[in-house]
């Protein structure tokens, strides 16, 4: 049970119980969520017991010397388990389906053997990354370049929310590699700017998202256009049947890895509901939480933008530095808020769910859900916001009871 209940607007009326409730419990008008409050309550488990320890470091594998330098200057010193079980097949050019998540680590597992063979080829071929939100594909193209630092390789990320002319102009510039989203990349490749043809490999990342964000058509567009592709490699947090056939159609002979370690599990994770009570101000409620200072990196998830706006402005109203991130934001505006977070500047970021798909913000010390999301799948995904990087975390879900 929550110590927090305390500080709430009214004494002991019952949030943070750990009842049994009734499966329509968290079900409100115009939602349609069927969790119940018992798969959103759970003690944290301690995080080592989903840690996967290698028994080798980087230097014992079989890649370019530059790239084990940009490794150890990044301070990766192990392979994770995606990465232990995957790299060398990569790096045999065999095609790949790797069940994992963000946090796991998978962004390095394929990015090492791509540099390393950008490294060994004297004509490198053109790779192209394929994320579903623009906050994944920057976060990738930074891993990109931390890793290549210093070996003058060109890359460039294309991202919706952005100026297209500069964009024209970079992808006219063929870089050694290129993550971007799908419309924008179509975009693109319908200027004139971007031939899919010229791209050799491909990595498609957080593919079951990409699929729930109904990128589907413009994905078959971009993969059909690769004729001439030799390697391919996918990332997916889940796997399910309805998957299969498609993945089947991208992939050759693949390797399959998957990945119990890193978020696959949020045993770590203390989770909780709090139930609100009919005519109790929701929002007082939240604030009571934050007041508390243990939470230090609070994100907090509402079902829609305007939701998003109204709690961030109500937070800013009652002097806690917050801000928001959602789909009607520009990318440069969403970008800035997620490195105010990052930093610290401020301690509240309000966020829907599409965009805060795939962030990797360290030290998150709570998760709230000011609605209780539509699935379970969502659920995860956002609980596994905290805890990272082998912490525990809280998360709390508001439960209208
Ligand atoms: P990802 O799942 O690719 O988003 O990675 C999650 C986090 O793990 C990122 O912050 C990476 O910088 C970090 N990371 C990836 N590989 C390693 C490694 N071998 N050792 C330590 N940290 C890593």
Request: net charge positive.
């Amino acid at each position: 049970m929550s110590d927090y209940r305390k500080k709430t607007s009214r004494p002991d009326n019952g949030y943070a119980t750990r009842r049994p409730s009734s499966p329509n419990r968290g079900k409100k008008k115009g939602q349609e969520s069927n969790l119940k409050a018992e798969d959103l309550q759970q003690q944290a488990q301690a995080r080592e017991i989903t840690n996967y320890v290698s028994e080798r470091t980087f230097a014992d594998f079989p890649i370019h010397e530059k790239l084990k330098s940009a490794l150890a200057h990044k301070g990766y010193e192990k392979p994770t388990e995606i990465q232990d079980r995957s790299i060398e097949d990569l790096l045999n050019n065999r095609d790949l389906l790797g069940i994992a998540q963000t946090g796991t680590g998978k962004t390095a597992a394929f990015l090492i053997p791509i540099i390393d063979k950008q490294l060994r080829d004297t004509k490198t071929e053109a790779i192209l990354v394929l994320a579903p939100t623009r906050e994944l594909a920057v976060q990738i193209e930074e891993e990109y370049r931390s890793l290549s630092r210093g070996m003058n390789f060109q890359s460039s990320c294309f991202i919706g929310g952005t100026n297209i002319n500069r964009d024209v102009d970079r992808a006219r510039r063929r870089p050694d590699l290129v993550v971007g989203t799908p419309g924008r990349l179509l975009d693109l490749s319908d200027r004139g700017a971007l031939d899919f043809r010229d791209f050799k490999v491909l990595v498609l990342d957080e593919f079951d998202r990409m699929l729930d964000m109904g990128f589907e058509k413009d994905v078959n567009r971009i993969t059909s256009a690769m004729r001439n592709r030799k390697h391919t490699m996918l990332f997916s947090a889940t796997l399910d049947k309805t998957q299969r056939n498609q993945i089947d159609r991208l992939l050759t002979n693949a390797v399959e890895v998957k990945v119990s370690s890193g978020e696959a599990s949020n045993d770590h994770i203390e989770q909780d509901i709090i139930k609100i009570a009919e005519g109790e101000n929701k929002f007082q409620v939240l604030l009571n939480l934050i007041d508390n200072p243990e939470f230090e990196k609070v994100l907090v998830f509402a079902e829609t933008k305007r939701w998003v706006s109204k709690v961030r402005s109500q937070l800013s109203k009652a002097g806690i530095k917050a801000d928001e991130i959602h789909g009607n934001k520009t990318q440069n505006y969403r970008q800035n808020a997620l490195n105010a977070f990052k930093t610290g500047k401020i301690r509240v970021l309000v966020a829907t769910d599409v965009a805060a798909r795939g962030l990797d913000v360290e030290d998150v010390s709570h998760v709230i859900n000011y609605q209780v999301p539509k699935t379970m799948d969502s659920y995860i995904h956002r609980v596994g916001r905290t805890g990272r990087a082998g912490k525990t975390g809280k998360a709390y879900t508001f439960i209208q009871d």
